[in-house]
């Protein structure tokens, strides 16, 4: 089955306007995951949130990215080796810093080691 991407909200914020963006994947019966780019997105990446999915959950210790098109993964490693069974939270990483990061343009996700028809959800919070 394809990963399924789509922008599923936006919410009035502080000074700007919330888009959730969400990611529901499952991997082929082979074990891999097709990549999938985003809508094209203006604003500041906020926060990613990977949730396991409870019935049929990833294996232990898959593999993330989210990158630009210059192919920098905006969250810096942090998408390595996840929880199968413990939702994580996460802000992007630009070098040594973490924190929001701005983004213009389409993003690539993809994710490694995560076993035959496995799946989890991806949430990513942008502020625009």
């Not at 991997?27 to 949730?51: C, P, Y």
């Not at 409870?54 to 969250?75: E, Q, R, V, W």
């Not at 390595?80 to 040594?96: D, T």
């Not at 343009?105 to 995560?114: D, E, K, M, P, R």
């Amino acid at each position: 089955m394809p990963t399924i991407y789509s922008v599923v909200d936006n919410q009035p914020a502080r000074n700007a306007t919330l888009q959730i963006h969400e990611f529901e994947v499952e991997a082929n019966g082979d074990g891999s995951v097709d990549s999938v780019n985003t809508d094209s997105i203006h604003g500041w990446v906020a926060l990613m949130e990977v949730v396991p999915d409870l019935t049929d959950p990833p294996a232990a210790l898959f593999d993330i990215t989210l990158k630009t098109s210059n192919g920098i993964d905006i969250l810096g490693g942090q998408g390595e080796q996840l929880s199968n069974s413990v939702p994580a939270q996460f802000i992007p990483q630009v070098g040594e810093g973490i924190g929001t990061r701005p983004v213009h343009g389409v993003l690539t996700f993809a994710c490694s080691n995560i076993g035959a028809s496995k799946k989890f959800k991806i949430i990513m919070t942008v502020e625009k």
